[in-house]
T-cell receptor
Framework: NAGVTQTPKFRVLKTGQSMTLLCAQD?????MYWYRQDPGMGLRLIHY???????AKGEVPDGYNVSRLKKQNFLLGLESAAPSQTSVYFC???????????????FGQGTRLTVV | GEDVEQSLFLSVREGDSSVINCTYT??????LYWYKQEPGAGLQLLTY?????DMKQDQRLTVLLNKKDKHLSLRIADTQTGDSAIYFC??????????FGAGTTVTVRA
């Protein structure tokens, strides 16, 4: 059981370049999330999805787009990277239908992105 | 998340108890969580407490919830070097979104 897998693990981008971060989960979870982690600020929610084909904005959505075309995948896109987007990005998933009591979020290992 | 506050650093001697404190603002939170993050890794759920409970004990971990003051604490008994990590307090919003604190870095010294 792989859980939540993020690719890539590391990436360096030049300002203005674009990239897509991929998150995949094999737990049949309905909800998926993208967070960024910055020193002293904890995790901030970028975008989230409550089901296949749905997305919603979180706390800090500007400069990012997401898509959830398949239930198991949640993609985070940066169309024109900026140095302020240098961060560690975490994907998470939660909630299986029929297991409403369990709200635990499972996290991927993170993607360390540097924009120069 | 600005709605959840916790101190940033805690240093504790091996074998002593650690207490990490957290305050939150959303009184309608259903669950409150403690996550642990080891260096270079993602977050792992340590424990959680339902909002109608005052206390939960799980082996070396004790969670205390004061709902009136919106205060949550995590006590780790007999702290070990493997407990060195960042600990995040989180509250659930709308049953599926989590709001995290900035994290408390716990350093265990010999």
């Amino acid at each position: 059981n792989a859980g939540v897998t993020q690719t890539p693990k590391f990436r360096v981008l030049k300002t203005g370049q674009s990239m897509t971060l991929l998150c995949a989960q094999d737990m049949n979870h309905e909800y998926m999330y993208w967070y960024r982690q910055d020193p002293g600020m904890g995790l901030r929610l970028i975008h989230y999805s409550v089901g296949e084909g749905t997305t919603a904005k979180g706390e800090v959505p500007d400069g990012y787009n997401v898509s959830r075309l398949k239930k198991q995948n949640f993609l985070l896109g940066l169309e024109s990277a900026a140095p302020s987007q240098t961060s560690v990005y975490f994907c998470a998933s939660s909630y299986s239908p029929g297991d409403a009591a369990n709200t635990e979020a499972f996290f991927g290992q993170g993607t360390r992105l540097t924009v120069v | 998340g600005e709605d959840v506050e916790q101190s940033l650093f805690l240093s504790v001697r091996e074998g002593d108890s650690s207490v990490i404190n957290c305050t939150y603002t959303d009184s309608s939170s259903t669950y409150l969580y403690w996550y642990k993050q080891e260096p270079g890794a993602g977050l792992q759920l340590l424990t959680y407490i339902f909002s109608n409970m005052d206390m939960k004990q799980d082996q070396r971990l004790t969670v205390l919830l004061n709902k009136k003051d919106k205060h949550l604490s995590l006590r780790i008994a007999d702290t070990q070097t493997g407990d060195s990590a960042i600990y995040f307090c989180a509250e659930s919003i709308n049953d599926y979104k989590l709001s995290f604190g900035a994290g408390t870095t716990v350093t265990v010294r010999a």
